[in-house]
């Protein structure tokens, strides 16, 4: 039986090949170039008596789905408004029901940063962060240097989360 993060990052590498198809790193790089507003995660769990980190998931490989039909523009603001410091927003399709759409959605409807959160294994997947003015989240360090090249680049932080394999998130 295959490992269930073997099973994502390969299909996360065939996700990319498709992704790169379809819009052109040179595009994205282009695009990274644009000036938006930066929120740093640090200054918000530093500022805030909280320190909560929400979370936007709609599924689960162990556990499937949560909530089918969330929409990040809707829980997201009431993240806020509850007290989340950081809004996380898993973007992985295949095994966590999300996509960049959501961080789209959810941009323009809070203050806060928000992590894309998502096995980020390729520096085009950094790339599309920046576009979507989002702080990269990885849960596999495969380009750890190409992350701190994005960072100076885009100005903004990088966060490794590291599990092991025997939990069922």
Known sequence: MTDILDEIIAHKRLEIEQQKAAISQELLINNCNEPMPRRSMRASLSASPSG????????????????????????SPAYEMAGASV??????????????????????QVSLPILRKDFIIDEYQLY???????????????????????QYVSGQSARTEIGSTSRNS
Do not use: H, Y
């Open 52 to 75: 909560i980190i929400a979370e936007f998931k709609r599924r689960s490989p162990s556990k499937g789905w949560i909530k089918e039909n969330a929409q990040a523009d809707i829980i």
């Open 87 to 108: 809004l996380s927003i898993l973007t992985d399709e295949n095994f966590f029901g999300g996509n960049l759409k959501d961080i789209r959605a959810a941009r323009p």
């Open 128 to 150: 599309q962060a920046c576009i979507v003015a989002a702080i990269r989240c990885s849960s596999s360090d495969c380009c750890g240097t190409q992350k701190r090249a994005m």
